[in-house]
């Protein structure tokens, strides 16, 4: 797994997109799934896929907020 530094997550924010904006939109966008019978294997890992990106992006903003 790769490590990122806080500032990675800080760097959206200096390229002028709002870091929570982002996130709240990728919430709605992909949403957790719950598998049904007529999805297709493929279906099933694309939509894992998309949201473990947004899963990802929150436990990294987690991370940030708690002092080392």
Request: hydrophobic share 40%; charged share 20%; net charge negative.
């Amino acid at each position: 797994m790769q490590s990122t530094s806080p500032s990675t997550l800080s760097l959206l924010e200096t390229k002028g997109i709002q870091l929570n904006v982002l996130v709240e939109e990728m919430n709605e966008i992909f949403p957790p799934v719950n598998p049904t019978p007529h999805m297709n294997d493929r279906e099933i890992m694309f939509s894992a896929g998309q949201r473990s990106v947004v899963e990802w992006i929150l436990n990294k903003m987690d991370e940030s907020r708690v002092p080392i």
